[in-house]
């Protein structure tokens, strides 16, 4: 039995469409990295399965029941948004155990509240009040607030955002091991993509209304099924809408004379090059889009002109297609 399921899932608002045809299912433990460009639905398809919206057509399954049957305080389905949302009359011990209460009695609600509250190193606080929180502070009491409920699926949106890059890092890590520990089923929505490698099982790329492709962070990263998701998630430079090579086959010369005609040449602006673990990287901006590539760069190219035009190419044979069918 699929621990969780959507199934042809589709969300309407005035008349506009917002997703449709939305199907993927999970098993028990799994955590699936949801990402996208902005005002693609992802927030939306997570309040749907959380009961705050309904879906226009289709239907949620949790261990083989139709969620949205059930009432939201029935469906053991926790979320977390971008905003902390605690409430401000409450000390911070207090909002964790607020839903605790209704399972456990006070002393052992509180007995977990504070196991929780020192694992993210917030002991000091116990007694305090949100206002007297940072913002980061506040994020990861809403974190571990739906965490010590835990829910049989946990939504995440974009928890992190608000964070500074140390402490984001911190915290993802921390999720994760908890979530694999709890043997939770999580969706995860977020626009870095180096969160969704590292925190999913699974990514979904969606785009347009529609997943265009899932499946195990690296196959999408490496592998994307159209140009949609190579734009939006994988690290590759897409030729055109069939065809697509992966960063590092890619050279950089001022001259298109330069290449033979077994490469393909692309326009591009030169950013800048920067230096990592020994390794040297141009940054490059294909001419007429805005999408940036970070490509291996095998010569000394400092001395070159923020903003030069030149060329990037790549052999022929390195060329990739597009599979339409995944």
Same mark, same amino acid.
């Given at each position: 039995?699929?621990?969780?399921?959507?199934?042809? $899932?589709?969300?309407?608002?005035?008349?506009?469409?917002?997703?449709?045809?939305?199907?993927?299912?999970?098993?028990?433990?799994?955590?699936?990295?949801?990402?996208?460009?902005?005002?693609?639905?992802?927030?939306?398809?997570?309040?749907?399965?959380?009961?705050?919206?309904?879906?226009?057509?289709?239907?949620?399954?949790?261990?083989? /029941?139709?969620?949205?049957?059930?009432?939201?305080?029935?469906?053991?389905?926790?979320?977390?948004?971008?905003?902390?949302?605690?409430?401000?009359?409450?000390?911070?011990?207090?909002?964790?155990?607020?839903?605790?209460?209704?399972?456990?009695?006070?002393?052992?609600?509180?007995?977990?509240?504070?196991?929780?509250?020192?694992?993210?190193?917030?002991?000091?606080?116990?007694?305090?009040?949100?206002?007297?929180?940072?913002?980061? /502070?506040?994020?990861?009491?809403?974190?571990?607030?739906?965490?010590?409920?835990?829910?049989?699926?946990?939504?995440?949106?974009?928890?992190?955002?608000?964070?500074?890059?140390?402490?984001?890092?911190?915290?993802?890590?921390?999720?994760?091991?908890?979530?694999? /520990?709890?043997?939770?089923?999580?969706?995860?929505?977020?626009?870095?993509?180096?969160?969704?490698?590292?925190?999913?099982?699974?990514?979904?790329?969606?785009?347009?209304?529609?997943?265009?492709?899932?499946?195990?962070?690296?196959?999408?990263?490496?592998?994307?099924?159209?140009?949609?998701?190579?734009?939006?998630?994988?690290?590759?430079?897409?030729?055109?809408?069939?065809?697509?090579?992966?960063?590092?086959?890619?050279?950089?010369?001022?001259?298109?004379?330069?290449?033979?005609?077994?490469?393909?040449?692309?326009?591009?602006?030169?950013?800048? /090059?920067?230096?990592?673990?020994?390794?040297?990287?141009?940054?490059?901006?294909?001419?007429?889009?805005?999408?940036?590539?970070?490509?291996? $760069?095998?010569?000394?190219?400092?001395?070159?002109?923020?903003?030069?035009?030149?060329?990037?190419?790549?052999?022929?044979?390195?060329?990739?297609?597009?599979?339409?069918?995944?």
């Amino acid at each position: 039995m699929t621990y969780f399921s959507l199934v042809k $899932a589709h969300k309407e608002y005035q008349k506009k469409e917002i997703f449709t045809g939305i199907d993927f299912s999970l098993e028990k433990g799994e955590i699936l990295s949801l990402v996208g460009p902005s005002g693609t639905g992802k927030s939306t398809l997570l309040r749907c399965i959380a009961g705050l919206e309904q879906f226009t057509a289709g239907h949620a399954l949790l261990e083989d /029941q139709r969620v949205e049957h059930l009432k939201g305080k029935e469906r053991t389905v926790g979320m977390v948004f971008q905003q902390p949302l605690l409430f401000p009359h409450l000390t911070i011990l207090e909002n964790v155990i607020y839903g605790l209460k209704l399972k456990r009695s006070k002393r052992e609600a509180a007995t977990e509240g504070i196991k929780y509250i020192k694992s993210v190193g917030l002991e000091d606080y116990i007694h305090a009040y949100p206002h007297e929180l940072s913002g980061g /502070q506040q994020q990861r009491i809403a974190l571990i607030r739906a965490l010590v409920l835990k829910p049989k699926l946990l939504l995440l949106d974009e928890p992190f955002s608000s964070l500074d890059p140390d402490l984001r890092r911190e915290l993802r890590d921390w999720v994760r091991m908890l979530l694999k /520990q709890e043997k939770m089923t999580a969706i995860f929505v977020t626009h870095d993509r180096e969160e969704a490698m590292l925190l999913g099982d699974k990514v979904a790329v969606l785009a347009e209304g529609k997943i265009q492709q899932i499946g195990p962070p690296r196959q999408v990263y490496e592998q994307p099924s159209n140009e949609l998701v190579a734009r939006h998630y994988a690290d590759v430079i897409v030729l055109n809408d069939r065809e697509y090579a992966p960063n590092h086959f890619f050279v950089w010369s001022s001259s298109k004379a330069a290449f033979s005609a077994e490469f393909c040449v692309l326009e591009a602006q030169w950013l800048n /090059q920067t230096y990592q673990f020994g390794e040297s990287y141009a940054h490059i901006q294909m001419t007429g889009t805005k999408r940036r590539h970070i490509i291996p $760069a095998k010569h000394d190219l400092s001395h070159l002109t923020p903003g030069k035009t030149g060329y990037v190419a790549v052999n022929r044979n390195e060329i990739r297609s597009f599979d339409k069918e995944e």
